[in-house]
């Protein structure tokens, strides 16, 4: 096999259309942009998806293509072994320590925008742990939890006790009510 053997295989290598010249070449006059309108005009054309300025399919139909959940609360996670290498035994873990440090992300400190969904720590059990740590986060998984305690740890989440205080009633509309 020589160089001017060689050529792609067949059907691989199609030629260019070449548009605008002359009728006899199937792609004459208009050359496939059709009669009048943005699309027939030199010049930028429209966006993928643009519908001339009605509300397109895929913002009239967002169920096609999931959505965003308002709602969802999202967690700076921290596994039990990272607590392991970064602390010593007696010491207390909050949000503030952990941000401190840069373990999480400083989000956990601002105010939510909704409602406790704000961010939240959350203490997961990947990992082992042998010193007795005081841990007060948002959240704590139940391997977590054991190991912890297992380890002479105690633990104290903070996300319920928030929920509590803002979802109860005011002692003196609780009067009022009786």
Partial sequence: ???????????????????????????????????????????????????????????????????????????AVVNVARLEE???????????VLVARRVVTDKVLRPPVVPFKGWQVKVLGDGEITKALTVRVHRVTASAREKIIAAGGTVEETAAKEATEATAIPTEAAEETE
């Fill in 1 to 75: 096999m020589q160089q001017q053997d060689l050529k792609p295989n067949p059907g691989s290598h199609k030629a260019r259309k070449r548009v605008g010249r002359g009728i006899s070449a199937g792609q004459g006059k208009t050359a496939g942009r059709g009669t009048k309108g943005q699309g027939a005009r030199s010049g930028p054309n429209v966006r993928r998806g643009f519908e001339g300025g009605q509300n397109p399919i895929y913002m009239r139909m967002p169920y096609k293509r999931g959505f965003t959940n308002i709602f969802k609360q999202p967690f």
């Fill in 86 to 96: 970064l602390f010593e035994a007696g010491d207390e873990i909050t949000p503030e």
